[in-house]
């Protein structure tokens, strides 16, 4: 019953093989326990829309120096560094934000046109669970969410946090245990929906060579769109102890079982990474620090050497895509996902 339904859906969105998602791209959880999906109230409380898109990634790689000691001479072998970082260039935040925008006004309008109502932020502040939150207002672009991104929600799209550290991180609660099957019983057991996208653009690799007395790092330039982010990936002084992973997906859960489970769950995720083409002039970037040795006859008294080190840094190198590409590929997912995730829900829902 399960494959039919993905037929149908795929056949009914035009989505084949061969564009941006195919089938075999997607991931379908199609979960109704009880009929809870036709027994909910036709109202759907939107608690996050949002995109993340890399913007800047940094990586380096170090060797220690060394010194040997031999009959009649001593070397002394420098240690290196090597530090690289890839800053995208061609779109900036406006691009992101247009995009965010349209895909909201998507998502909403099907919802509307489908008779389901809306939920405000205000109006889920009327209940205990969020009553202590803070009601944000969407449209602002936030590189705090995670280190070398920018996080972008629509316009005209409010909701809530838990809480906003002093640099301007947003908490969305939780833990180790989904709340949204909880809270949405709390909501009278309205639909929660949550609706992410995560857009990387390159895959740094620092490599540090003793053997060689070398140090590298290489940049591949990949955009994509990632099943999940790691908010830690860019930011290693923060322990990922507890810090739970960001998904792509369009997700819609609704009612309380037993153990925190929902009785509906209606959810469309990437099985895997799916790379753009021909978007990046670039593909590899590559930059090498090779240590450098020097040696000395050792005299009959005393002799301190020192051999500074070999040192490179390279702060600034920049990706250059084409526009218009970059936003296509970004388009085409977000409105590929959303359709069929609002298909798959409405499909689960039906009386």
């Known amino acids: ?65 060394s010194k040997n000691e031999r009959a009649n001479r001593t070397t002394y072998t420098s240690g290196t560094s090597t530090t690289m970082g890839v800053q995208i260039q061609g779109v900036d935040v406006p691009d992101f934000q247009k995009l965010i925008n349209e895909a909201y006004q998507n998502f909403v309008s099907q919802l509307k046109g ?7 932020a205000d109006e889920a502040k009327k209940y205990e669970y ?37 640099g301007g991180k947003e908490k969305m609660g939780g833990g180790f245990v989904d709340p949204t099957p909880k809270i949405s019983k709390e909501l009278d057991n309205a639909f929660i929906a949550d609706v992410n996208f995560a857009f990387p653009f390159v895959m740094l690799d620092a490599d540090a060579s003793t053997w060689t007395n070398s140090t590298s790092v ?35 859960v609704s009612g309380l079982d037993i153990g925190s489970n929902p009785l509906f769950h209606a959810k469309v995720e990437p099985k895997k990474a799916v790379y753009a083409e021909g978007v990046f002039k670039d593909k590899i970037i590559k930059e090498v620090t090779q240590a450098q040795t020097d040696m000395f006859s050792k005299t009959g008294y005393s002799q301190l050497v020192m051999v500074s080190g070999d040192q490179k840094k390279v702060a600034s190198h920049f990706a250059d895509c084409d526009h218009d590409a970059y936003v296509n590929f970004a388009s085409d997912v977000m409105q590929s996902m959303i359709d069929t995730g609002v298909s798959n829900f409405l499909e689960l829902s039906k009386d």
């Open 1 to 65: 019953m399960k494959s039919i339904l993905l037929i149908f859906l795929f056949l009914f969105l035009g989505i084949f093989p061969g564009e941006i998602l195919s089938e075999k791209d997607l991931k379908v959880t199609s979960f109704n326990k009880k009929n809870q999906g036709s027994k909910a109230p036709k109202k759907v409380f939107i608690r996050s829309f949002n995109a993340y898109f890399e913007v800047y990634e940094e990586a380096s790689a170090k060797t220690s120096g």
């Open 114 to 120: 489908q008779g389901y109502e809306i939920m405000t």
């Open 130 to 166: 969020y009553a202590d939150w803070t009601k944000k207002e969407g449209g602002a672009s936030s590189d705090a969410q995670v280190e070398g991104y920018i996080m972008v929600t629509p316009i005209g799209y409010d909701y809530l946090v838990k809480s906003v550290t002093k």
């Open 218 to 252: 290489k940049a591949t330039i990949g955009y994509r769109i990632e099943p999940s982010l790691d908010p830690t990936e860019n930011n290693r002084s923060i322990t990922n102890f507890g810090v739970s992973r960001i998904p792509s997906q369009v997700r819609f």
